[in-house]
């Protein structure tokens, strides 16, 4: 799927969320001992990483169920900060 216009030659993927929300993302990213060898083969970015993310989670099946508390986690700042710091989703 091309989310973007022919015309448009820079896309963007970002997330919006509370700066305290983007710190403990940055915290667990970087606190990770497998960052470590990716830091050795180039520097880490916000776009690499995400698509990372967005292709490992495309290529794992998930339950609806779990993609609904998934979802209800990702709209909720507070949830998702617990769930990214190790608490149950």
Known sequence: MNTTSITNKQAVIGVNSTYETVLVIEGIILNNP???????????????????????????PVSSRKLKRLFIAANNDDKFRFVMQGGQL
């Open 34 to 60: 497998m960052m470590s060898d990716l830091q050795d083969i180039a520097k880490l970015n916000k776009t690499n990483l995400c698509k990372m993310a967005l292709m490992e989670f495309m290529r794992n």
